[in-house]
């Protein structure tokens, strides 16, 4: 199958720094791209969809200046997390979307997730 | 709006027990994807199955199998003869595959299922 990978797969950073995430599909094209949080022994809740050349689509609640989402190709998508504080720590998992033959659906790929950890 | 319910916070078995994890959706879409995805303490999840709307039809995939029934709105998974291996937190997902603009994924709070040896 489709292999999404994410770079980190762990970071620890300090309070007030920002960190980035990148999220590649390594064997096809992904016009859109999904991120999602995960906190401890909790559901994956949807941040944003993010579509090549164009600004990303936050779901209602999440700070669209913190957590800042590009898009700049077919296989990658990066998620910067802006003066990281201790609550943004979480597990972040990006998935990629590819258009099926056929043309009539899509198929959704998931990375293996970033674990970050703001001290 | 769409909506998944695993009401089954956290399940513990026994070794080489048959358990059954519960999953009721909701939704208005006639066409849409159920899912189900395991993820282990590595974080990653791991794709179990996809099922279409129109195919009820139930599935065995080794010691898993898979039960969908639209007139009660539930896919419900069921792993024979558990084992150690299989403990993990499990995802039911719903997405509607057919319009760009509301192809999200909706998952369930999640199962945690332990077999303890």
């Known amino acids: 199958g489709a292999v999404v990978s994410q770079h980190p797969s762990r970071v620890i950073c300090k309070s007030g720094t920002s960190v980035k995430i990148e999220c590649r599909s390594l064997d096809f094209q992904a016009t859109t791209m999904f991120w999602y949080r995960q906190f401890p022994k909790q559901s994956l809740m949807l941040m944003a969809t993010?579509?090549?050349?164009?600004?990303?689509?936050?779901e209602q609640g999440v700070e669209k200046d913190k957590f800042l989402i590009n898009h700049a190709s077919l296989t990658l998508s990066t998620l910067t997390v802006t003066s990281a504080h201790p609550e943004d720590s979480s597990f972040y998992i990006c998935?990629?979307?590819?258009?099926?033959?056929?043309?009539?659906?899509?198929?959704?790929?998931f990375g293996p997730g970033t674990r970050l950890t703001v001290t | 709006a769409q909506k998944v319910t695993q009401a089954q916070t956290e399940i513990s078995v026994v070794e080489k027990e048959d358990v059954t994890l519960d999953c009721v959706y909701e939704?208005?879409?006639?066409?849409?994807?159920l899912f189900w995805y395991k993820q282990p303490p590595s974080g990653e999840l791991v794709f179990l199955i996809r099922r279409n709307s129109f195919d009820e039809q139930n599935e065995i995939s080794g010691r898993y199998s898979w039960n969908f029934q639209k007139s009660t709105s539930s896919f419900n998974f069921t792993i024979t003869a558990s084992q150690v291996v299989d403990s993990a937190v499990y995802f039911c997902a719903l997405s509607d595959p057919t319009l760009p603009g509301t192809y999200k994924y909706i998952f369930g709070t999640g199962t945690r299922l332990k077999v303890l040896a």
């Open positions: 993010s579509n090549e050349g164009s600004k990303a689509t936050y």
């Open positions: 998935s990629a979307r590819t258009l099926l033959a056929g043309g009539n659906s899509y198929e959704q790929y």
């Open positions: 939704t208005r879409d006639t066409t849409y994807y």
